[in-house]
């Protein structure tokens, strides 16, 4: 008997059809693990950001604010007594991602932080929505600059 030389037809279709049916699923998963990765980031740089402002203001000695226009987050050192406006240095940048929404957070002068690391009474934002990837998410900010995801 002599031995088969390749492949037939109805084999490498079974084989194509396998590795069509893997891919399938593999973009199926990769877009939903980089749908989480763009909610887990945009979560993560909220709470950076309040916490840096509380921790910097405590470390450095003086007021520092966050400040918000349409795409990006900012720490900056404010003068005393405050100005209406972010016109400070800025210490921090964050980006946010084009998609995210962010309720609780206004453009400008949004919080302020005292040199003890606390948030300045009239400045804290309580909650804070975030909508990113379509998800929403609700944070509480405590008077030190926690943010916890409720």
């Known amino acids: 008997m002599r031995g088969r030389n390749g492949i037939t037809l109805i084999e490498l279709l079974v084989v194509i059809a396998i590795i069509g049916i893997i891919a399938g699923i593999g973009a199926i998963s990769g877009r939903a693990i980089a749908q989480n990765a763009r909610e887990r980031a945009a979560l ?10 509380s ?12 400040c918000r226009d349409a795409t990006e987050l900012t720490i900056r050192e404010v003068e005393v007594p405050l100005a209406p406006d972010c016109d400070g240095p800025v210490l921090r940048r964050f980006e946010i991602d084009g998609e995210v929404t962010l309720d609780g957070i206004e453009d400008g002068l949004s919080i302020v932080f005292t040199p003890p690391g606390t948030i300045l009474d009239g400045t804290r934002p309580g909650e804070i929505t975030l909508i990113a990837a379509g998800t929403t998410y609700v944070l509480e900010v ?9």
């Open 44 to 53: 993560n740089t909220v709470q950076q950001v309040v916490w840096q402002g």
């Open 142 to 150: 405590s008077l030190i600059g926690e943010v916890r995801v409720q």
């Open 55 to 66: 921790t910097m203001a405590a470390a450095r000695g003086f007021r520092t604010a966050l």
